[in-house]
């Protein structure tokens, strides 16, 4: 984030709000993780390719969400909450 911290800002965020803030809507964001992965597909059974996770809220929200996806079109998006239970579901694996 460029400038100081706005009011109201989780410790996690990094969004430049005066830039990046649309249509008057704070979203708070964290830095963006990229993820390289196998990925199967129609074409191959096997494809590395990078998965780009970040963390966002918006200021209207008490819900935070997980963004993992290519960045186009293969995405899911899932509550923080959703993902931990995922993680200890497979942990158990």
Do not use: K
């Amino acid at each position: 984030m460029t400038g100081e911290r706005r009011e109201g800002c989780p410790d996690w965020c990094v969004a430049d709000h005066n830039d990046e803030d649309e249509a008057g809507e704070t979203r708070h964001r964290s830095a963006v993780t990229e993820v390289s992965v196998i990925e199967r597909n129609v074409s191959s059974a096997g494809e590395v390719t990078v998965i780009v996770i970040e963390m966002y809220r918006f200021d209207h929200e008490t819900t935070t969400w997980i963004y993992a996806g290519d960045g186009f079109d293969q995405y899911l998006e899932i509550s923080l909450e959703s993902l931990r239970r995922l993680i200890a579901e497979l942990a158990t694996w």
